[in-house]
């Protein structure tokens, strides 16, 4: 799988599973206070809204896929592609649940937009040796360390040079 559809798929499970949290927690009605009577009301009723499960189930998906992205790419690349969900959830909020986004709330997708744009602009990144490049090097050398892998390598680049 390639970056682009892990975080593809890491935003639209963030997003709609954060739809669905919304639409069922709406369903399941208003937290009023913290006490355990009505946590234990509104819990209870929230636990059994079938978009309160599709939801949580989303967001494990997404989670799951996250760790997948973190072990093949850099944090730093990753993890602000993700903030793409911030704009796939604010369009989701105002179509879906018909929910009032302002200008300004707008301004700020537009803000993370261009930053998304910015940081996958940065692809492809280099990132440090995984534990499988230790184990298997591309020039056959097994079991080499982290040191010697970078050794390795500089010495490759700069004969070809």
Do not use: N
């Not at 973190?70 to 179509?95: H, K, M």
């Not at 986004?101 to 280099?126: D, N, Q």
């Amino acid at each position: 799988m390639t970056t682009f559809l892990l975080v593809c798929i890491i935003v639209l499970c963030f997003s709609f599973g954060d739809i669905a949290l919304t639409r069922g927690m709406k369903q399941a009605g208003e937290v009023s206070s913290l006490r355990l009577a009505v946590l234990d009301e509104v819990g209870g009723r929230a636990i059994r809204s079938p978009f309160v499960l599709l939801g949580g189930a989303l967001q494990i998906v997404a989670f799951i896929t996250y760790l997948v992205a973190l072990s093949r790419r850099d944090l730093s690349y990753v993890f602000p592609l993700t903030a793409a969900s911030d704009i796939v959830t604010t369009l989701a909020a105002r179509y879906v649940l018909h929910e009032r986004v302002t200008p300004t709330r707008w301004a700020g997708v537009l803000i993370v937009s261009i930053c998304i744009v910015l940081i996958s602009a940065s692809w492809p990144c280099h990132s440090a040796p995984t534990r499988a490049d230790l184990l298997h090097s591309p020039s056959g050398e097994k079991g080499l360390s982290l040191p010697q892998m970078e050794f390795a390598t500089h010495r490759r680049r700069t004969a070809a040079s």
